[in-house]
């Protein structure tokens, strides 16, 4: 069991930095892997009020974070962290070159988090 605790703490850390990276660059680095043009960004599924790409993504953060860290002290600390950077991730791009903040992102990124916490919340109370 501790072993896969490991392994789930470094895939967060991972996933993490990964999720950072992209989220910094100038540019859709999927988008030139796919498509040649650092400009397009790849759609999973359509969007429908928020960002479905960064729902998507922040649930898997969520998840794997959270399982990560169930039977430690640092749970708390980690639902704040995960709603800290998912909100300060996307204000960034209000600063880096060939990227833009919207509102959608960002709700994207909240609900996310949200859907998480509150599914971990109810299991944990039941």
Known sequence: MKKINNILIKSFHCINLILIVLYLYPGSIFGYVLYKNFSIQPQITRDFLISSNHFY?????SIV??????NTKKINFLIKYLF????????????IPNRSFELSDLFG???GVIVVVVVYKIKQKI
């Open 57 to 61: 993504v922040f649930i898997i953060l």
């Open 65 to 70: 974070g959270i399982l990560a860290f169930i």
């Open 84 to 95: 800290v950077i998912s909100i300060l991730l996307e204000f960034l791009h209000m600063f």
């Open 109 to 111: 990124n909240i609900v």
